[in-house]
């Protein structure tokens, strides 16, 4: 049986100290976020199963910006429930913008 995947997508806004972070960094950060909440997440199917998630092209380093991350769920997550529960576990300088 195939888990529903539901899409939300967000846009944070990348800013002070945070612009020194990689897209790679930006995904590792995102996804403890994400595991530290309790919402409803979907993960990849196989032999290693990680979190679901896709975000914008990279900005370049040291540059402030917005970035758009598509998140994954099992069940329909409201954004207001998404920014309540992932706004404390984001670091200073990651905000989340609108949907």
Do not use: C, W
């Not at 900005?59 to 769920?73: R, S």
């Amino acid at each position: 049986m195939e888990d529903k995947k539901i899409r939300v997508k967000v846009v944070f806004r990348k800013s002070g100290k945070m612009v020194y972070f990689s897209q790679l960094d930006m995904v590792k950060i995102l996804e403890r976020a994400l595991r530290r909440t309790n919402l409803p997440l979907y993960f990849t199917h196989g032999f290693n199963p990680h979190l679901k998630m896709s975000l914008s092209p990279a900005l370049k380093l040291g540059v402030e910006g917005n970035v758009e991350v598509t998140f994954y769920f099992t069940k329909e997550v409201s954004f207001k429930e998404l920014k309540e529960e992932v706004t404390p576990q984001l670091p200073e300088g990651l905000e989340i913008l609108n949907s």
